[in-house]
């Protein structure tokens, strides 16, 4: 969480992780452009979030995902390697019903986004997981 990382800006530091580039890019494009949050790094597989995760110490890690699987497994590796920091886990997915999510708070994620949202319901999501907000953001369709 924020508070526990003293950071003297003040800012989020957010790592994001997407397997495609053109995804990284509109996610750190949008996360900058909003003010109050840093990106602290981009990654395109598991093992680069959790070497990244572990250097850069951020307190949310953005999973964009088309579907869990990648998020839940790397999950558990990245809270390791956090080792009691306080980061939280936010993946930006398709789930459509709320037990489709279950599976992921026992990974230890703390936020789940449909990649519907619009652009100012996934920057409150990233805001809510720095400050230890769990939540489940469904599609609206």
């Known amino acids: 969480m924020l508070g526990e990382r003293e950071?003297?800006?003040?800012?989020?530091?957010?790592?994001?992780?997407?397997?495609?580039?053109?995804?990284r890019a509109r996610l750190?494009?949008?996360?900058?452009?909003?003010?109050?949050?840093?990106?602290?790094?981009?990654?395109?597989?598991?093992?680069q979030v959790v070497v990244l995760a572990h250097r850069t110490r951020p307190d949310v890690v953005l999973i964009d995902s088309t579907d869990d699987r990648g998020a839940l497994e790397v999950t558990p590796q990245l809270l390791r390697a956090l080792n009691g920091v306080g980061a939280e886990v936010l993946v930006l997915g398709r789930f459509e019903r709320g037990h489709d999510v279950l599976?992921?708070?026992?990974?230890?994620?703390?936020?789940?986004?449909?990649?519907?949202?619009?652009?100012?319901?996934?920057?409150?999501?990233?805001?809510?997981?720095?400050?230890?907000?769990?939540?489940?953001?469904?599609?609206?369709?």
């Open 28 to 47: 750190t494009g949008l996360l900058e452009a909003a003010g109050g949050i840093e990106v602290v790094g981009e990654a395109a597989t598991g093992v």
């Open 103 to 141: 599976p992921v708070w026992r990974h230890g994620i703390s936020g789940v986004v449909d990649m519907d949202v619009s652009p100012a319901e996934l920057l409150w999501a990233v805001r809510m997981s720095a400050c230890g907000t769990a939540f489940f953001m469904p599609s609206r369709s």
């Open 7 to 23: 950071r003297d800006d003040g800012l989020i530091a957010t790592l994001v992780a997407a397997r495609r580039e053109p995804a």
